[in-house]
């Protein structure tokens, strides 16, 4: 028997007749005649009652999930409590049906790390009530990992305690050590998507490294839905590390860098109409930058970076479009999970100055662009654009300037089969050392070490050949396979010059994890470089869960 809570709010006759029609719905009668959400909108139904089904992890009905793991994970695990999926719900009981707020309601409700998936169906009883039927799935949240991937040549490890749903009452705590090619890494994390049981969120970071320290806070109320009225948003971090310039794969150079930042911003919805929202912000920006001095490894000819001390201080003025137009697709990017996409316009244009009048160094007026755009030309394929920019202006010109155009198209011809194909391009301008440019296996390049070459302008290309198979492990890892070829290239700073095209082709495994919230995939393939330099590995295996598109 499936283990869930299920709690009615009414009479316990309805209850049991609430109960019959999920039964009911599984039938192919019922899957005919049972109305959609947009149909009960047209008829001006109203909402009667909000049921909830809350699904423990493994469910015992599905003879692959029905054994002893199985079992005792559910007796281990604490589920979902009730007031935190109704928290999320964006209507209410008499309300006329809305399927757009039922739908932002499953899709809100899915991107939470505690939950495998969220559908909202539409119970109709004999006296033509309508219930909304809630049925969540709980992901397995308690994680204790020791890690290890391998990307261009390149090993990380560590190990890490993380619970995504303490409790039962949905906040994140992680504990972690880290060991990267660069520096060791402890952390400390914990997310609160409904702190105090209200619609704003805490994030909280410290990380001690082995060269420094990190530490990020933020507060912020995220429009949750369409219609949500405003927004705001309180942000500060701050960074001691040693960081590095690599070319060639060596390390060219490296300094100290000491990095701060605060921010607080609001918006408000102006225009909210055919599923369309306008929206006007503003906020205050502070950073600073402080460097150290440079040393200097195996730099060769590359030029030393441009640094420099900076204290900005200033205001910003923001516009921006949502257009509410998403569409759910399974298997594209992750594996066995609903993902949403966003078939409509996402806009955001910001700009601003800082000023000496508020304790700037300069005067220097800014702006940030962020555009996506998403298309369905038929109902197997989707293509996705995204575009950003972001720039700032001094008495000698511009800087810390960046360009990110990023295209990406999913096929699928055949229900264990998807073809996805990715175009990225990037340009930079005296930017900061943390927006530097690579060309390597970190990057996407995944036949080759990483940090190849260091430029300010780049193209990279991607085919992917995904195959699911029908073949679980218990119910906890689906077997999967992918063959891919990756190219690209980059304006080097060392000679000023475009490098060769470098060409690469792999594949391996694809194994997805059934109870992760997010469709996890982890990766163990074989990558060959067919362009090579002297030097270059014949190959390069990669290992973890790193999936860029």
């Known amino acids: 028997m499936q283990i869930s809570r299920e709690r009615s709010q009414g009479r316990d006759c309805r209850s049991l007749m609430a109960m019959v029609m999920v039964l009911l719905a599984d039938s192919p009668l019922a899957a005919q005649t049972a109305p959609t959400w947009e149909e009960l909108e047209a008829r001006q139904a109203r909402i009667a009652s909000i049921d909830l089904s809350i699904g423990d992890v493994f469910d015992p009905s599905l003879p692959k999930e029905n054994h002893w793991l199985g079992r ?54 004999e006296t033509g009530a309508v219930h909304a039927m809630v049925h969540t799935r709980d992901a397995w949240t308690l994680k204790g990992s020791a890690g290890f991937t391998q990307v261009g040549g390149q090993r990380s490890f560590g190990f890490s305690v993380h619970e995504s749903n303490l409790l039962g009452f949905g906040k994140d705590l992680i504990l972690a050590h880290e060991k990267t090619p660069e520096r060791s890494i402890d952390t400390v994390q914990y997310l609160d998507r409904q702190i105090l049981g209200t619609q704003w969120t805490l994030d909280s970071r410290y ?43 060596q390390t060219a150079y490296t300094f100290p860098s000491r990095q701060e930042s605060v921010l607080a911003e609001g918006s408000m919805a102006t225009t909210v109409m055919d599923g369309r929202a306008l929206r006007l912000g503003g906020g205050v920006d502070l950073k600073q ?97 995204r575009t950003k920019a972001a720039a700032r202006h001094e008495s000698d010109g511009w800087q810390d300037a960046s360009l990110n155009l990023s295209f990406t198209a999913y096929h699928q011809g055949f229900r264990s089969q998807t073809q996805a194909a990715y175009v990225q391009l990037d340009a930079v301008h005296r930017p900061v050392p943390e927006a530097f440019l690579y060309l390597g296996g970190m990057d996407g390049m995944r036949g080759y070490g990483n940090h190849l070459l260091l430029g300010d302008r780049r193209w990279m290309t991607s085919l992917e050949e995904r195959i699911n198979t029908s073949y679980n492990w218990l119910g906890i890892l689906q077997l999967g396979f992918v063959v891919y070829a990756d190219g690209g ?61």
Do not use: C
Request: charge should be neutral; proline fraction near 4%.
């Open 289 to 385: 930058s402080n460097y150290g001095p440079i040393q200097t490894l195996a730099a060769g000819s590359l030029p030393v970076p441009w640094l420099r001390d900076r204290l900005l201080r200033g205001v910003h003025a923001s516009w921006s479009l949502f257009e509410d137009q998403f569409r759910t697709y399974r298997n594209l990017a992750g594996m066995t999970h609903s993902e949403d996409f966003n078939l409509g316009w996402e806009a955001k244009i910001s700009a601003g100055s800082y000023l000496k009048s508020l304790g700037s160094d300069v005067d220097s007026p800014f702006f940030q662009i962020d555009v996506s755009k998403g298309w369905a030309p038929e109902a197997s394929s989707l293509l996705l654009l």
């Open 207 to 249: 990380q001690a490294l082995s060269d420094g320290k990190t530490r990020f806070l933020e507060l912020t109320k995220p429009y949750r839905g369409l219609e949500t009225p405003w927004s705001m948003t309180f942000r500060a971090s701050s960074s001691d590390s040693i960081e590095s310039v690599y070319n060639l794969e």
């Open 489 to 549: 290239a980059i304006r080097r700073l060392d000679t000023g010059r475009w490098s060769r095209t470098y060409v690469d082709v792999g594949g391996g495994l694809r194994l997805g994890n059934l109870k992760s919230s997010i469709g996890r995939v982890f990766l163990l393939t074989v990558a060959f470089p067919l362009v090579r330099e002297p030097g270059t590995e014949h190959h390069q295996f990669i290992v973890g869960d790193l999936v860029k598109f």
């Open 72 to 125: 005792a994970a559910n007796f281990l695990h604490i589920e979902t409590r009730e007031q935190v999926v109704r928290r999320e719900i964006l209507f209410h009981v008499g309300e006329t049906v809305n399927a757009r707020l039922i739908h932002e309601t499953e899709r809100n409700l899915r991107t939470f790390r505690f939950l495998k998936d969220a559908l909202i169906e539409p119970q109709v009883d």
